[in-house]
């Protein structure tokens, strides 16, 4: 029956799209080339999570090119040098590449110090491949790197599935080379992938290459702006190149109605000062870009917000423990209640532990608290995980599924209800994890039950316009928080299903609150139907928490 659940929910998560980390990190950049006639365009779009890119130009000599950066110095993004060859590059998980000792050293210690050689060596897309393979590699990648030359000839460099580089040509002749956040030569090395800019970019091209007329600089803009970004990276700039003509413009925060335009041999000749790309735009675009800015970061400060509020609620909820009238009793059970719900943590005791007798739904009331505990937190850890692993290389849907709905059923288990009810009952360890597991499963799938419309759509959200790595505590803090709300729902019908068994004498985590002295836990006989029941209302849940998440 359990195999049975986890089958179902690993096809629903892939057939829903599921994928909610792989959606929401920030990643970006799309590189294309197309060559149709005569003409000749090179794009790119930068996206990231940075307010502005650095500018600068390094004039050539008799030694080297003279080359037009974007980026960081020491991380140029793009570039274009005085013959007509221009590189960018795609983001893409880290991956061990074979160095190949034996060949000619690069200049320069650090990663970047490779592309910016062969920029200032190379005129042509043939004589880049020739240094490729001549030359020593960094033992990884994190990128894959596109060049273009003034002929129309394009390359896309990527790392193999064996760690050697591979060279991916565009087809001579009219037609195109698109590049996005997938190695183009091994897909499973991916941030993004399918990926609906390299779709997108793919058909609007190919539209181009089919109609009548040549191409200009607003052709490709309007590709370029189609798969622009606003979430959860955005387009800081684009490059649009005439390669034939040596041209480039520039885009800023994509305003697409305003480039700059650069002659590349005049720019060379009298280089302007390096700073910030947005100093080359007017008052008025930068001005935009600042709004544009402070709108797709709005959910920073909103995280930055929520994230203090509920440290905040959590610290003056443990102070209130401790001070509020009978502090001690049930503390064991009280103390990581508290932890992990704060004031709604507190509230529940309040209501369950004051004078008076205890009475059904007071024993109900601590059940519940007792069963999400374990189910909130593993769920927080769940979401963290599966952040972290999507930034460093990505998640598959297995992947996810065991951490959503595994993490919380086996962390709860193995970690919570068994070994500290065990004790408090003075029960055997073994045995009472198989007496308990059928208690489990029900509470967890109708906690998550009631979290998953809650929080799949709200984290979504707090993800979507978030600079995630590195993992900032206040976004954890408001995941943290979205968890308990969602727990509110989750708890509802726990509270439904602890009520029935109270009226039956079932009762553990009373007794790890000091309540009662025996621990009682139904068996499978007693509660087949209500784990048949609680698969049913998680997976409703789920569907509801997915449809949530595309509407929001």
């Given at each position: 029956?359990?195999?049975?659940?986890?089958?179902a929910?690993?096809?629903?998560?892939?057939?829903?799209?599921?994928?909610?980390?792989?959606?929401?990190?920030?990643?970006?950049c799309?590189?294309?080339?197309?060559?149709?006639?005569?003409?000749?365009?090179?794009?790119?779009?930068?996206?990231?999570?940075?307010?502005?890119?650095?500018?600068?130009?390094?004039?050539?000599?008799?030694?080297?090119?003279?080359?037009?950066?974007?980026?960081?110095?020491?991380?140029?993004q793009?570039?274009?040098?005085?013959?007509?060859?221009?590189?960018?590059?795609?983001?893409?998980?880290?991956?061990?590449?074979?160095?190949?000792?034996?060949?000619?050293?690069?200049?320069?210690?650090?990663?970047?110090?490779?592309?910016?050689?062969?920029?200032?060596?190379?005129?042509?897309?043939?004589?880049?491949?020739?240094?490729?393979?001549?030359?020593?590699?960094?033992?990884?990648?994190?990128?894959?790197?596109?060049?273009?030359?003034?002929?129309?000839?394009?390359?896309?460099?990527?790392?193999?599935?064996?760690?050697?580089?591979?060279?991916?040509?565009?087809?001579?002749?009219?037609?195109?080379?698109?590049s996005?956040?997938?190695?183009?030569?091994?897909?499973?090395?991916?941030?993004?992938?399918?990926?609906?800019?390299?779709?997108?970019?793919?058909?609007?091209l190919?539209?181009?290459?089919?109609?009548?007329?040549?191409?200009?600089?607003?052709?490709?803009?309007?590709?370029?702006?189609?798969?622009?970004?606003?979430?959860?990276?955005w387009?800081?700039?684009?490059?649009?190149?005439?390669?034939?003509?040596?041209v480039?413009?520039?885009?800023?925060?994509?305003?697409?109605?305003?480039?700059?335009?650069?002659?590349?041999?005049?720019e060379?000749?009298?280089?302007?000062?390096?700073?910030?790309?947005?100093?080359?735009?007017p008052?008025?675009?930068?001005?935009?870009?600042?709004n544009?800015?402070?709108q797709?970061?709005?959910?920073?400060?909103m995280?930055?917000?929520?994230g203090?509020?509920?440290?905040a609620?959590?610290i003056?909820?443990?102070?209130?423990?401790?001070?509020?009238?009978?502090?001690?009793k049930?503390?064991?059970?009280?103390?990581?209640?508290?932890?992990?719900?704060?004031?709604?943590?507190?509230?529940?005791?309040?209501?369950?532990?004051?004078?008076?007798?205890?009475?059904?739904?007071?024993?109900?009331?601590?059940?519940?608290?007792g069963?999400?505990?374990?189910?909130?937190?593993a769920?927080?850890?769940?979401?963290?995980?599966?952040?972290?692993?999507?930034?460093?290389?990505?998640?598959?849907?297995q992947?996810q599924?065991m951490y959503?709905?595994?993490?919380?059923?086996?962390?709860?288990w193995?970690?919570?209800?068994?070994?500290?009810?065990?004790?408090?009952?003075k029960?055997?360890?073994?045995k009472f994890l198989?007496?308990?597991?059928p208690?489990?499963?029900?509470?967890?799938?109708?906690?998550?039950?009631?979290?998953?419309?809650?929080?799949?759509?709200?984290?979504?959200?707090?993800?979507?316009?978030?600079?995630?790595?590195?993992?900032?505590?206040?976004?954890?803090?408001?995941?943290?928080?979205?968890?308990?709300?969602?727990?509110?729902?989750?708890?509802?019908l726990?509270?439904?299903?602890?009520?029935?068994?109270?009226?039956?004498?079932?009762?553990?985590?009373?007794?790890f609150?000091?309540?009662?002295?025996?621990?009682?836990?139904?068996?499978?006989?007693?509660?087949w139907?209500?784990?048949?029941?609680s698969?049913?209302?998680?997976l409703?849940?789920?569907?509801?928490?997915?449809?949530?998440?595309k509407?929001?």
């Amino acid at each position: 029956m359990i195999l049975f659940f986890f089958v179902a929910c690993y096809f629903m998560a892939a057939s829903q799209d599921m994928s909610l980390t792989r959606r929401t990190i920030p990643s970006g950049c799309t590189v294309i080339t197309i060559s149709k006639g005569g003409n000749v365009f090179f794009g790119g779009n930068d996206d990231f999570i940075n307010p502005d890119q650095y500018y600068w130009v390094e004039p050539g000599d008799s030694t080297k090119y003279g080359v037009i950066w974007i980026g960081l110095p020491d991380d140029p993004q793009q570039g274009v040098n005085e013959k007509g060859l221009a590189y960018d590059a795609n983001g893409l998980p880290r991956f061990e590449v074979n160095p190949h000792p034996e060949r000619i050293p690069v200049k320069g210690e650090y990663y970047h110090h490779y592309l910016m050689q062969i920029m200032h060596e190379c005129s042509t897309v043939d004589e880049v491949i020739n240094w490729a393979n001549k030359h020593q590699r960094f033992p990884y990648m994190h990128d894959q790197m596109h060049f273009a030359d003034k002929s129309g000839d394009a390359v896309i460099i990527s790392a193999g599935a064996d760690g050697e580089m591979v060279f991916t040509r565009k087809t001579p002749g009219d037609g195109f080379l698109v590049s996005t956040n997938f190695n183009v030569a091994n897909p499973a090395n991916a941030s993004t992938y399918p990926c609906w800019r390299y779709d997108k970019a793919n058909e609007m091209l190919g539209q181009l290459i089919s109609s009548e007329g040549s191409l200009n600089f607003n052709n490709i803009t309007n590709v370029m702006d189609a798969i622009h970004q606003e979430n959860s990276s955005w387009t800081i700039e684009t490059l649009v190149a005439d390669l034939v003509n040596g041209v480039i413009y520039l885009y800023y925060f994509y305003q697409y109605e305003n480039p700059v335009i650069i002659n590349i041999q005049e720019e060379l000749a009298n280089p302007r000062e390096a700073g910030p790309l947005s100093k080359l735009f007017p008052e008025d675009v930068q001005q935009e870009a600042a709004n544009r800015y402070r709108q797709v970061t709005k959910s920073i400060r909103m995280n930055n917000v929520v994230g203090r509020s509920w440290a905040a609620l959590l610290i003056i909820s443990l102070v209130l423990l401790f001070i509020l009238p009978d502090r001690r009793k049930g503390l064991r059970f009280w103390f990581p209640a508290v932890i992990v719900f704060g004031p709604v943590a507190l509230i529940a005791k309040h209501i369950a532990v004051r004078q008076g007798k205890i009475t059904q739904f007071r024993k109900a009331l601590t059940e519940t608290v007792g069963d999400l505990v374990p189910v909130s937190l593993a769920y927080v850890v769940a979401q963290v995980i599966l952040v972290l692993k999507s930034a460093s290389g990505g998640v598959s849907e297995q992947h996810q599924v065991m951490y959503i709905f595994g993490l919380p059923l086996f962390a709860g288990w193995i970690i919570f209800h068994s070994p500290l009810l065990a004790s408090a009952g003075k029960m055997n360890l073994l045995k009472f994890l198989f007496q308990r597991l059928p208690q489990v499963l029900v509470v967890t799938f109708l906690a998550l039950a009631g979290i998953f419309p809650v929080a799949m759509p709200l984290v979504n959200m707090s993800l979507s316009m978030s600079q995630i790595i590195p993992l900032s505590p206040w976004i954890v803090l408001t995941w943290w928080a979205i968890t308990v709300l969602g727990s509110l729902a989750g708890g509802l019908l726990i509270f439904i299903y602890e009520n029935w068994a109270a009226k039956r004498g079932y009762q553990a985590w009373n007794v790890f609150a000091g309540n009662e002295v025996a621990v009682t836990t139904p068996g499978w006989s007693k509660i087949w139907w209500w784990i048949l029941i609680s698969i049913l209302i998680l997976l409703a849940g789920l569907i509801t928490g997915i449809m949530m998440l595309k509407i929001l």
